[in-house]
């Protein structure tokens, strides 16, 4: 089944305290993406990449990390993670074209707390 | 800047009740507009894209329209399994996608 996979689901942590949020696709996309969902704000970018080894910012990347060293996977990193990094996080990916004009396929999320 | 403006935000419709989703969008070099399903807990669904002004698309009971200004999402005889967020992204150039607020339809029984 193709499918976009994160991890963990839900997330618990203490201010300063890194961590590192998974994400796995087994569709062969080229584009991946990070996004945060917070209530009013809508879906915000934070991440992107175009391929192996080649990632931008997008419209929020303060406080956070990525890398794409391998096609599928696409780890967030919150090196310092603060109270204000407290949201709904999706990684989604997309074929050949980027999102520009194919759909983006979403994970399942991942709610972070931090307090 | 790119905008998506959503309207209503909520909507709550009785079953067999037909309406419409208001998506408005302002972006320089539209390369395509998106229709996607949310549910709670759950990750955006990828319902439709729109390319350019007079296009429309169709799945059961959703219709999506596109016009260079606004996109509309109609519901005809909605069921309660149709209660979801739906959101609507514009991309543009640089490989910029734009997301609106999102509208949450209730269809009651």
């Known amino acids: 089944e193709a499918q976009v996979t994160q991890n963990p689901r839900y997330l618990i942590t203490v201010t300063g305290k890194k961590l590192t949020v998974t994400c796995s696709q087994n569709?062969?996309?080229?584009?991946m993406s990070w996004y945060r969902q917070d209530p009013g704000l809508g879906l915000r970018q934070i991440y992107y990449s175009m391929n192996v080894e080649v990632t931008d910012k997008g419209d929020v990347p303060e406080g956070y990390k990525v890398s794409r060293k391998e096609k599928r996977n696409f780890p967030l990193i919150l090196e310092s993670p603060s109270p204000n990094q407290t949201s709904l996080y999706f990684c989604?990916?997309?074929?050949?074209?980027?999102?520009?004009?194919?759909?983006?396929?979403f994970g399942n999320g991942t709610r972070l707390t931090v307090t | 800047e790119d905008q998506v403006t959503q309207s209503p935000e909520a909507l709550r419709l009785q079953e067999g009740e037909s309406s419409s989703l208001n998506c408005s969008y302002t972006?320089?070099?539209?390369?395509?507009l998106f229709w996607y399903r949310q549910d709670p807990g759950k990750g955006p669904e990828f319902l439709f894209t729109?390319?350019?002004a007079g296009e429309e698309k169709e799945k059961e009971r959703l219709k999506a329209t596109l016009t260079k200004k606004e996109s509309f999402l109609h519901i005809t005889a909605p069921k309660p399994e149709d209660s979801a967020t739906y959101l609507c992204a514009s991309s543009g150039g640089y490989q910029k996608v734009t997301f609106g607020t999102g509208t949450k339809l209730q269809v009651i029984p």
């Open positions: 972006v320089s070099g539209l390369r395509g």
């Open positions: 989604a990916s997309s074929d050949r074209g980027g999102q520009a004009r194919s759909p983006l396929h």
């Open positions: 729109l390319y350019s």
């Open positions: 569709m062969n996309h080229e584009y």
